[in-house]
């Protein structure tokens, strides 16, 4: 048979005159659970700074994504299990409250801390995580030329359909350029190419290229294709680390509530005691 353990209550008092939530335990609780999450999102960088190079093959984009996810995991892990039980621990204790109360209210307080940590994340710690995990991309870059790293997102495309079959001293002119480049933006945007967009943009890689129409046709064709196959990479990347980052929200709030749990189960004396019910 349970035993059922309620705590002595007050002479004279019905209910007890301490909040049901401490909000300084929730508090604190998420400070540390966000200055935990930025240290480790630090820590996380440098090591994702160390497998990608520019100039080596590194680890593959699979094998990398997936260890990213797994990371964010752990940091919301150990993050929001610290945060949860300083929460858990730190708060007042509730004199005369029957134990299943005291059980839940512990378990409240370190949800509390862990939304309370997710919301102030979201609005001080986007822009310095954002500039933490823009190394990565930095350090993955290092070696592109400045002017390459100001172009445009179309420009290595029009850099592919204006390159000449054969070697030539003229250059691409600014405006020919410029006009593929606005092209291409808007048909990367719509899915496809207008026909009237399609036959002047073939008309004008022939003659820059020095191509027969069929062949800057099909020269088109390929960097159309490769266009949609990264932005279909990009989008699937995205959707990606939209589960990872769901999992791993999850995973910090019952990490949080649990260990509050505990926390204030041993605030009180009474952790042993629910462990075994």
Known sequence: MDTVVVQPAAPGLDEPSVAGVSWAAVAAGAVVSLALTLVL???????GLSVVSP????VSATTFKITTGIYLIVIAMISSSIGGYLAGRLRSRWIGVH??????RDTAHGFLAWAFATVLGAVLLASPATT?????TLGASAGATASAAQAGP???YIDALLRPSTPSGDGNSADARGELSRIMASSLRAGELKPADRAYVNKVVAARTGLSEPDADKRVTEVIN???ASA???RKAAIQLAFWLTASLLIGAFSASLAATEGGGLRDGTWKTRRKR
């Open 226 to 228: 490769d266009a949609k």
């Open 99 to 104: 134990s299943d109360e005291v059980y839940f």
């Open 154 to 156: 179309a420009e290595g």
């Open 132 to 136: 933490v995990l823009s190394g990565v």
């Open 41 to 47: 999102i630090a820590f996380g960088t440098g090591l």
């Open 232 to 234: 279909d990479t990009a």
């Open 55 to 58: 100039w080596s093959s590194g």
